[in-house]
């Protein structure tokens, strides 16, 4: 297994691109996508130059960084796009616009989960799928504290009551679990 460090954790990125099924000219989205950037430059490989990933974020100074990181990458696939993914209809992608869309270390955060899964329903055609991966619950070296996480079950009822299907639960890392989800 190869694990990519991200904000502090470990995450087998290549097994959770694996399990969305991504190919040559899809359209991922990469919601909450972090100034790190490693998920979306991932993926931006793999949809190559004629598939498109919106990188989209709340903080505008991230957005600017993972640009910066696009750019000496190579990856001229990549559009950030600065957004509040807990208000509806607030990110500029259309409806039903993604092949298949990313939640990586976010849902822990959100104030408003079953917004924010809406919101990634509604840019999502209809079979996208969706990878939601988040912090496994309890105490860990790192991370945020135990009682901000979600169980993996309490993850999959708010994606469930936004209208996804789960189709499997996963070991994302050491310290994350992760769901596909699709729509």
């Not at 976010?106 to 989960?113: A, I, K, N, P, W």
């Not at 901000?148 to 936004?162: G, S």
Request: with cysteine; aromatic share 6%.
């Amino acid at each position: 297994m190869t694990y990519v460090a991200a904000s502090n954790s470990m995450i087998d990125v290549a097994d959770v691109m694996s399990r969305l099924n991504l190919r040559e000219g899809m359209r991922v989205a990469d919601l909450g996508c972090g100034g790190h950037g490693l998920f979306t430059l991932h993926v931006a490989k793999l949809v190559g130059p004629r598939g498109l990933v919106y990188a989209v974020d709340i903080l505008k100074s991230t957005l600017a960084e993972l640009a910066k990181k696009a750019r000496l990458d190579g990856a001229s696939n990549v559009k950030p796009i600065w957004s509040n993914l807990e208000v509806a209809g607030a990110t500029p992608i259309p409806n039903e616009n993604v092949d298949a869309a990313l939640v990586v270390n976010v849902l822990f955060q959100s104030t408003d989960r079953a917004a924010l899964l809406r919101e990634a329903r509604r840019i999502m055609k209809p079979g996208a799928r969706l990878a939601l991966v988040d912090w496994q619950p309890g105490v860990s070296p790192f991370g945020p504290p135990a009682s901000a996480r979600l169980t993996p079950k309490a993850a999959a009822t708010h994606a469930q009551a936004a209208g996804f299907k789960l189709l499997e639960a996963f070991v994302a890392g050491k310290y994350h679990y992760g769901l596909i989800l699709t729509r």
